[in-house]
């Protein structure tokens, strides 16, 4: 029987309303991420909680999953659902207006790499190529303070990514991300940015010709977090998991043994991606040198190790296994 390729009305239409019912119960005071998330988790469609007409009924659901409701919810359920899809349609014009979508974690859009994770994105919001997102890709993180020697090697890195054809993935910070993002573009190779904020937020402050660039060149900008979710330190840490779980292999350019990216090396360590890690011939060794994450990473001395690097790198990318999973399904 061949592939239906053009999915039934019934279920775009659904899928539409499962996509604007999250957006509504996301701007409804007291319910945020952690909410949303549990209700996922426990199987129950945004729509259905929206749909209900009993103010005791929604209160427990919400409540239930870690919902504070404020005075809004206090109000006659009806008025309060009403405000809540008006500004979920707002929401989600907004979003379209930038390129932009939401793909859950049952859709077949989702990038199956990150199922690899314990705690996958129960959503993804995207502005750009989603489809960019589906195929073995590299990261490459760094510090947000780069050296001379940190630059040098990030753009080292950059001299290759024409030759590896892969899209890279990093994550909008200053410093070594916004060098790989440039470096991606100038070598025609599509980009993918992972936010610590919304996708609205507009941080850091000073990217948006960079973030538009990689929109529509081909790549895209992705988070998991609401659009009104804001800077936190937590956050970020959380976003490093997905840098790590959707590419094929990581390269850390310039990073301290305690730091952001250190965190995005352990993750990549727990989930078995190969890691390259690059120091130079001389100057100061670095600290991670001799850390127990070294250990499970390959290292390479550039330039002398021009070769070694590019080869492994391409065996990592090829030999990517293709996760085979039964796709969920709301529908």
Request: proline share 6%; with cysteine; hydrophobic share 40%.
């Amino acid at each position: 029987m061949p592939e239906q390729k053009n999915p039934p009305t019934y279920r775009l239409a659904y899928l539409e309303q499962e996509i604007i019912s999250f957006l509504a119960l996301s701007s409804i005071k007291g319910v945020g991420f952690e909410t949303l998330r549990k209700i996922s988790e426990r199987g129950i469609a945004y729509a259905e909680v929206i749909d209900l007409q009993n103010k005791n009924d929604v209160s427990t659901i919400l409540r239930s999953a870690g919902a504070r409701l404020s005075d809004e919810t206090a109000a006659p359920w009806g008025s309060t659902r009403e405000r809540a899809l008006s500004r979920g349609y707002e929401l989600l014009d907004r979003l379209t207006k930038i390129d932009g979508k939401v793909i859950f974690h049952s859709d077949k859009e989702y990038p199956s790499q990150l199922l690899d994770l314990p705690d996958a994105p129960r959503w993804l919001f995207v502005q750009g190529n989603s489809e960019v997102l589906r195929g073995p890709s590299i990261a490459v993180v760094g510090s947000r303070e780069p050296s001379d020697d940190g630059i040098w090697l990030s753009r080292y890195v950059g001299f290759n990514l024409s030759e590896w054809s892969c899209p890279t993935v990093s994550g909008l910070a200053v410093g070594i991300d916004q060098e790989i993002h440039s470096a991606s573009l100038r070598a025609g190779v599509p980009t993918i940015s992972f936010l610590g904020t919304g996708i609205f937020s507009d941080y850091p402050r000073n990217s948006e010709k960079l973030r538009d660039a990689i929109a529509k060149s081909g790549g895209a900008i992705v988070t998991e977090y609401l659009p009104a979710d804001t800077y936190s330190s937590k956050n970020f840490v959380k976003r490093n998991r997905l840098q790590a779980a959707l590419a094929a292999a990581l390269i850390p350019v310039e990073w301290a043994a305690k730091s952001g990216t250190a965190h995005t090396v352990r993750y990549a360590a727990s989930l078995s991606r190969p890691i390259a890690c690059l120091r130079l011939p001389f100057g100061k060794v670095p600290d991670w040198v001799n850390t127990e994450i070294a250990k499970k990473a390959s290292v390479f001395t550039v330039p002398q190790q021009q070769l070694e690097f590019v080869q492994f790198v391409l065996a990592s990318v090829r030999s990517r296994p293709e996760r085979q999973r039964q796709q969920l399904s709301l529908f």
